[in-house]
């Protein structure tokens, strides 16, 4: 069983799209007298009740997967800019639910107990930025228990049972299929043992100083500089750079003036072309009042553009992210939408599958 949870590119099956989370309200169960247990007689021995997992917990807005997920977007801030949305605790509990619901009505998905949910919980609860693995749910994926055994035709990966995935590179129904070593081919992480689909197939996420064809190939916020992953700089008002993104512009907070990191500038302040803060759509009225000025609000069919000051108003996304796009309402689990027509997309965490948004990766097999 793999997990995937967030949408980036072809890496990870939730995230945009999708990877991630933790738990602090939900725990192993303190100890229990025994029923025939006098008053007078201590208990110490008596054995800690066993923890056990359910969709409510893992799904709950202080849960491990809306803490894995928050952890995430927190350390790698590039994921909320390409898909211009951060989601918020409660679009994270939506979407773990959408996601499992069905399934473990059906009985084809169940939370294990004891050990593997104390695991899940510690992750969570502990998870770092050099940790952090992108569209992975890490050891909460064992917490995660699957049914359907390989070959069975299923609809996410966490539906097949064991060290397998939810393979839909075939032509017909997608299956359950054996995850691959490290050093095979792979379309996608979801395929790997590892949870990484990197350069060279399936590989191991590469830690500091290890090596590394792309970014994509080393764990957490690590990057990949001269073929070895590095700790990422820190900057601030005032560090020597080269360009907007040595001051780490995925942040938004600061921009790259004559070879300095300045903070960006906001509305009214005076500025220069790329000095105001086009994350927020504001833009530097040149050759007018030479000062940041607020974005203009569209709504659905307007034009967006982070560069005009153009945004979309609540409610509503961008279609695109560094282009010209035009405002669209998110459609929900269920709605219409369209795989190709950006406008016509779907909210946050859902895909496209056949013509229908849906929080499973794959649809139903009609013709098993």
Request: hydrophobic share 35%; proline share 5%.
């Amino acid at each position: 069983m793999r997990a995937t949870v967030v949408h980036m590119q072809c890496r990870s099956r939730i995230v945009t799209g999708f990877i991630v989370v933790i738990i602090a309200g939900c725990g192993s169960e303190g100890a229990a007298p025994r029923p025939d247990a006098r008053a007078d007689v201590p208990v110490a021995d008596a054995p800690a009740a066993p923890s056990t997992g359910s969709l409510a917990a893992f799904c709950a807005t202080d849960g491990p997967f809306e803490r894995i997920l928050a952890r995430t977007y927190e350390c790698l801030p590039s994921l909320s800019f390409l898909e211009k949305f951060r989601p918020t605790a409660d679009d994270l509990a939506r979407l773990c639910a959408a996601r499992y619901q069905p399934f473990v009505d059906d009985g084809t998905l169940s939370f294990a107990g004891g050990a593997a949910w104390d695991t899940c919980l510690g992750y969570a609860a502990s998870l770092t930025c050099t940790d952090v693995a992108l569209g992975s749910l890490g050891p909460c994926e064992q917490a995660l228990v699957g049914t359907l055994a390989m070959g069975a035709h299923c609809r996410i990966d966490e539906h097949c049972l064991g060290a397998a995935w939810c393979d839909n590179t075939g032509t017909g129904c997608p299956v359950c299929a054996p995850l691959r070593a490290d050093g095979m081919s792979c379309f996608d992480s979801d395929s790997c043992e590892s949870g990484n689909c990197g350069t060279g197939g399936c590989r191991g996420w590469s830690g500091v100083d290890e090596p590394c064809g792309e970014s994509y190939d080393c764990v957490g916020n690590l990057t990949c500089v001269g073929g070895h992953c590095t700790a990422p700089l820190v900057y601030g008002d005032g560090t020597p750079c080269g360009t907007n993104g040595a001051c780490g512009a995925d942040s938004g907070g600061l921009y790259c003036d004559a070879g300095t990191c300045r903070a960006r500038k906001h509305v009214g302040e005076s500025c220069t072309f790329n000095s105001c803060d086009w994350y927020r759509y504001e833009r530097c009225d040149v050759g007018g009042s030479d000062t940041c000025v607020a974005p203009v609000i569209g709504g659905e069919g307007s034009p967006c553009d982070e560069f005009e000051g153009q945004a979309c108003a609540t409610g509503l996304l961008c279609s695109t992210t560094l282009t010209s796009g035009v405002c669209f309402r998110p459609r929900a689990d269920g709605e219409a939408c369209s795989a190709t027509d950006l406008a016509q997309g779907c909210a946050f965490g859902l895909r496209c599958v056949l013509g229908q948004c849906s929080a499973a990766d794959q649809p139903v097999c009609l013709n098993p």
